[in-house]
Every structure is written in structure tokens, then in C-alpha cells.
Nanobody, 113 residues
Framework: QVQLVESGGGLVQAGGSLRLSCAAS????????MGWYRQAPGRQRELVAI?????TTSYADSVKGRFTISRDKNTVYLQMNSLKPEDTAVYYC?????????WGQGTQVTVSP
């Protein structure tokens, strides 16, 4: 089992910035993918950004150029700049190393107009 502990999030005005962190512990494997998903009220959970253990990244089109994902070993960060009200959601950290997948408890990000 892999445990994920998230931090960051909160309330910010449009145009502001926030940084999310997520630390993985437990039975982690050297080859893995960590990332962030989000779920807004009434919508399905969607991928925001992922990063492999080798440093390869991928972003949702909606956040390209505004969000940056990075990692330091088994801690992943999401720097969110130029935030928009439509970025409001619960953000979930995710760890994947076949066949295991773990989710964090979620952290609320609210962007006011």
C-alpha cells in the first residue's frame, strides 16, 4: 500500500497562485507516475497533470502554460499560477505503479472572481 499526504490548497482570487504538495510513503516503487486530478461539483474527475519517475510530464490543455508539475523523489508538487474561477475543484493526488493505484484524500481549491 502507498499512502499519500496532500497539503496546500485554499481560497485565492482570480489571477493568484497556489502550490499543492503530495508526499507518497509506504510500498513505493522506483518506477511510477504521480500526478494531480480534480473534480468540480457535478463533474467527473479529470486529469490535471502527471509526471513520471523519469521526469516526463503531461498536462490537460486547460492548464497548459499556467500550471507546472514537478517532483522530488516521491513528493510531487503542482504550482498553479493565473488561477481562474473554473479551476475551482477538489484536487486529488494520485500514485500509479502497475498494478497499484492510490489516491490522496483531496484538497479544496477555490478561486473567487
Amino acid at each position: 500500500q502507498v499512502q499519500l499526504v496532500e497539503s496546500g490548497g485554499g481560497l485565492v482570487q482570480a489571477g493568484g497562485s497556489l502550490r499543492l504538495s503530495c508526499a507518497a510513503s509506504g510500498s513505493t516503487l522506483s518506477t511510477n507516475i504521480m500526478g494531480w486530478y480534480r473534480q468540480a461539483p457535478g463533474r467527473q474527475r479529470e486529469l490535471v497533470a502527471i509526471i513520471s519517475s523519469g521526469g516526463t510530464t503531461s498536462y490537460a490543455d486547460s492548464v497548459k502554460g499556467r500550471f507546472t508539475i514537478s517532483r522530488d523523489k516521491n513528493t510531487v508538487y503542482l504550482q498553479m499560477n493565473s488561477l481562474k474561477p473554473e479551476d475551482t475543484a477538489v484536487y486529488y493526488c494520485n500514485y500509479y505503479a502497475h498494478p497499484l493505484r492510490s489516491w490522496g484524500q483531496g484538497t479544496q481549491v477555490t478561486v473567487s472572481p
